[in-house]
């Protein structure tokens, strides 16, 4: 089993910054890529940034040029900065994995992350 634990999320101005922080533990080796997805509400659980092949990310074309996607590999912990905020990020930021071996996905409990205008 993997384990996922989300930090960071918060209350901040539109313009402002944030970073999201997501600890993996348990059965590490089981990751293949991680992630972050967001859902606002009333809306669908949507891709923010995910990890690609040969070491590209894959972001919303929404947050292209404002958040990016970052891992350390010896902590086994992935972060999202935010920069540039708008109300239009207000949402649950979750984090996600992928299991090596199986079509399996992991999640966190997610964080709540709220801009205001």
């Known amino acids: 089993q993997v384990q996922l634990v989300e930090s960071g999320g918060g209350l901040v101005q539109a313009g402002g910054s944030l970073r999201l922080s997501c600890a993996a533990s348990g059965s590490t080796r089981r990751i293949k890529t991680m992630g972050w997805y967001r859902q606002a509400p009333g809306k669908q659980r949507e891709l923010v940034a995910v990890e690609g092949g040969g070491g590209r990310t894959n972001y919303a074309d929404s947050v292209q040029g404002r958040f990016t996607f970052s891992r350390d590999n010896v902590s086994n912990t992935v972060y999202l900065t935010m920069n540039s905020l708008k109300p239009e990020d207000t949402a649950v930021y979750y984090c996600?994995?992928?299991?090596?071996?199986?079509?399996?996905?992991?999640w966190g409990q997610g964080t709540q992350v709220t801009v205001s205008s």
């Open positions: 996600n994995a992928k299991d090596r071996w199986h079509p399996r996905d992991y």
